[in-house]
């Protein structure tokens, strides 16, 4: 195998604000936008040999053989944001993010992409790409979508438990005091329906506020906003009691026919009792088997621990964002929490089956830590990712067709769980090596997007801070990968210019100065509204 790529939060709904369609190929063309296309991908030595003769000829067996495993590649479905958002903090504050703290898939999947939607629960399956240069190598982008609520009402009453962080390092700006005023914003957006506890943790852990029900009246939300008035730092971080003890609220809690769900607030630096993920979740599997209470994270915090917090988000059947100021605050506490709160599918799982009669050679970006055996990929007993409404994935291949290669190329697969009956449901959806003509540049503005996105997260995983060393695991994008200088250019010169869209060519332009890498010397700001 080998690779390359040219690649690229808690919803409620007050504030919104299986089957599945069948899947599509190119969901369309973007506008020309006259930039030059990211570099395209040499073929570097040492890649898995793939089935057929040196001048790519097969005997009628082979022709006609199901795909080998190793034209196979089978991942956990992952909707975490937390490494791009802690990048941008990290950046704002003059640093270059620690290499170990990036992952490629979570820079991609923080930009929302315009993927059909299904009519129920579970995914539409959507597969496009286009050339990187004329030597072969293609961006193939796979793109999973779940149905958003049509109408906030229309959701189940939310049960959720907060476990918030107290301890001392939540003192520092932008922590607890960034955390009381998200939950305000979320509180006074709840529906009477909903209820809300809240566990609080430093060296020990207290229930400060039972499951309590908003109601119609006012007395349930007065009640909440006062035990959040009243949350103020202590001393250490025993996140492993702050947790069982939060789930020990949840299940006393739960309400049949809510969506019950832990909420973690943290910097997530344990310093005192089990401090490791393994040993903090084995004392609340119970609740998460048996009871079904996931959880979800949301980090805060310039000193973050990043690897914690996502190990409990995937083993706690969760996911993981990042806030660093209020206007992430009030996205992801009004905007996206009904996405992290109901599910639209559990243990979801994704297999692409590349075709050895038209693919040289592949590779996924990202998804480092969720990979799944290939022969797991229906067996419904081993973990998947957990999906809410109105969710997008997607996952980045570099592909390598065969010389003069037509024809099918490769067919994406989605399983799923029903999130109430647990039956499971499949999707795919399907794409030919003429699909991928068109050039990156032509391509539709979210594979751009997503494009440069993974490849800032690549540049910056190379681009090692003081004291701290390279990502020694190689980059996962065959050729040069581009300087974030070059990459600044791009991202300016992108079809889109929403928020999400600026934000991105500013945190590149800011890696750009930190590292001295043009096109905008260090102390200099880059223009906003022109395109270089």
């Given at each position: 195998?080998?690779?390359?790529?040219?690649?690229g939060?808690?919803?409620?709904?007050?504030?919104s604000?299986?089957?599945?369609?069948?899947?599509?190929?190119?969901?369309?063309?973007?506008r020309?936008?006259?930039?030059?296309?990211?570099?395209?991908?040499?073929?570097?030595?040492?890649?898995?040999?793939?089935?057929?003769?040196?001048?790519g000829?097969?005997?009628?067996?082979?022709?006609d053989?199901?795909?080998?495993?190793?034209?196979?590649?089978?991942?956990?479905?992952?909707?975490?944001?937390?490494?791009?958002?802690?990048?941008?903090?990290?950046?704002?504050?003059?640093?270059?993010?620690?290499?170990?703290?990036?992952?490629?898939e979570?820079?991609?999947?923080?930009?929302?992409?315009?993927?059909?939607?299904?009519?129920?629960d579970?995914?539409?399956?959507?597969?496009?790409?286009?050339?990187?240069?004329?030597?072969?190598?293609?961006?193939?982008?796979?793109g999973?979508?779940?149905?958003?609520?049509?109408?906030?009402?229309?959701?189940?009453?939310a049960?959720?438990?907060?476990?918030?962080?107290?301890?001392?390092?939540?003192?520092e700006?932008?922590?607890?005091?960034?955390?009381?005023?998200?939950?305000?914003?979320?509180?006074?957006?709840?529906?009477?329906?909903?209820?809300v506890?809240?566990?609080?943790?430093?060296?020990?852990?207290?229930?400060v506020?039972?499951?309590?029900?908003i109601?119609?009246?006012?007395?349930?939300?007065?009640?909440?906003?006062?035990?959040?008035?009243?949350?103020?730092?202590?001393?250490?971080?025993?996140?492993?009691?702050?947790?069982?003890?939060?789930?020990?609220?949840?299940?006393?809690?739960k309400?049949?026919?809510?969506?019950n769900r832990?909420?973690?607030?943290?910097?997530?630096?344990?310093?005192t009792?089990?401090?490791?993920?393994?040993?903090?979740?084995?004392?609340?599997?119970?609740?998460?088997?048996?009871?079904?209470?996931?959880?979800?994270?949301?980090?805060?915090?310039?000193?973050?621990?990043d690897?914690?917090?996502?190990?409990?988000?995937?083993?706690?059947?969760?996911?993981?964002t990042?806030?660093?100021?209020?206007d992430?605050?009030?996205?992801?506490?009004?905007?996206?929490?009904?996405?992290?709160?109901?599910?639209?599918?559990?243990?979801?799982?994704?297999?692409?089956s590349?075709?050895?009669?038209?693919?040289?050679?592949?590779?996924?970006?990202?998804?480092?830590?969720?990979?799944?055996?290939?022969?797991d990929?229906?067996?419904?007993?081993?973990?998947?990712?957990e999906?809410?409404?109105?969710?997008?994935?997607?996952?980045?291949?570099?592909?390598?067709?065969?010389?003069?290669?037509?024809?099918?190329?490769?067919?994406?697969?989605?399983?799923?769980?029903?999130?109430?009956?647990?039956?499971?449901h499949?999707?795919?959806?399907?794409?030919?090596?003429?699909d991928l003509?068109?050039?990156?540049?032509?391509?539709?503005?979210g594979?751009?997007?997503?494009?440069?996105?993974?490849?800032?997260?690549?540049?910056?995983?190379?681009?090692?801070?003081?004291?701290?060393?390279?990502?020694d695991?190689?980059?996962?994008?065959?050729?040069?990968?581009?300087?974030?200088?070059?990459?600044?250019?791009?991202?300016?010169?992108?079809?889109?210019?929403?928020?999400?869209?600026?934000?991105l060519?500013?945190?590149?332009?800011?890696?750009?100065?930190?590292?001295?890498?043009?096109?905008?010397?260090?102390?200099?700001?880059?223009?906003?509204?022109?395109?270089?």
């Amino acid at each position: 195998m080998l690779a390359v790529v040219v690649a690229g939060g808690l919803l409620l709904a007050g504030c919104s604000g299986g089957g599945a369609a069948s899947g599509t190929s190119a969901d369309g063309k973007a506008r020309r936008n006259g930039s030059a296309p990211l570099p395209a991908p040499a073929a570097p030595g040492g890649d898995a040999a793939t089935p057929g003769g040196p001048d790519g000829e097969r005997d009628d067996a082979r022709r006609d053989a199901v795909p080998p495993p190793d034209h196979l590649s089978t991942f956990a479905l992952d909707v975490d944001t937390a490494s791009y958002g802690f990048a941008r903090r990290t950046l704002a504050e003059g640093r270059l993010p620690d290499p170990a703290t990036v992952r490629p898939e979570e820079f991609v999947n923080s930009f929302r992409q315009d993927y059909p939607r299904p009519d129920g629960d579970g995914f539409s399956v959507s597969v496009d790409g286009a050339r990187t240069g004329d030597d072969g190598w293609s961006l193939l982008r796979v793109g999973l979508a779940t149905r958003a609520e049509p109408d906030p009402s229309e959701r189940p009453p939310a049960a959720l438990t907060f476990v918030i962080d107290v301890s001392g390092s939540m003192a520092e700006p932008g922590r607890l005091d960034l955390a009381k005023k998200s939950l305000a914003l979320m509180t006074d957006r709840l529906r009477p329906d909903d209820s809300v506890a809240l566990v609080t943790f430093s060296d020990t852990a207290k229930t400060v506020l039972p499951m309590t029900r908003i109601g119609d009246s006012g007395p349930g939300r007065s009640r909440v906003h006062r035990a959040i008035d009243g949350l103020e730092p202590t001393l250490s971080t025993n996140l492993e009691a702050g947790i069982a003890t939060g789930y020990d609220t949840a299940v006393r809690g739960k309400e049949r026919g809510a969506t019950n769900r832990v909420v973690l607030l943290s910097d997530a630096l344990a310093n005192t009792g089990d401090t490791s993920a393994d040993g903090i979740l084995e004392r609340i599997s119970d609740a998460r088997r048996e009871h079904g209470i996931t959880l979800f994270g949301v980090g805060v915090g310039s000193d973050y621990g990043d690897a914690l917090m996502e190990r409990l988000a995937d083993r706690g059947d969760g996911h993981t964002t990042y806030v660093s100021d209020a206007d992430d605050a009030r996205e992801v506490f009004c905007e996206q929490l009904p996405a992290h709160v109901e599910l639209r599918a559990r243990d979801a799982k994704a297999q692409v089956s590349f075709d050895p009669r038209t693919v040289e050679r592949f590779r996924l970006i990202g998804y480092d830590n969720r990979a799944v055996a290939d022969d797991d990929f229906r067996d419904d007993s081993v973990d998947g990712g957990e999906v809410g409404p109105g969710h997008t994935v997607t996952a980045l291949y570099a592909v390598r067709a065969r010389p003069g290669a037509s024809g099918h190329l490769a067919t994406a697969s989605v399983r799923w769980l029903d999130p109430a009956s647990r039956v499971p449901h499949e999707e795919s959806g399907s794409v030919t090596a003429a699909d991928l003509d068109a050039s990156l540049r032509e391509a539709d503005g979210g594979l751009q997007i997503a494009a440069t996105a993974a490849y800032f997260a690549d540049a910056l995983r190379t681009a090692a801070p003081p004291g701290a060393a390279s990502d020694d695991r190689g980059s996962p994008l065959p050729g040069r990968t581009p300087t974030l200088g070059e990459l600044s250019s791009r991202a300016h010169a992108l079809p889109s210019r929403d928020r999400q869209v600026r934000e991105l060519a500013e945190a590149i332009d800011r890696a750009a100065r930190l590292a001295g890498d043009g096109p905008y010397a260090p102390g200099t700001e880059a223009p906003r509204n022109e395109t270089p």
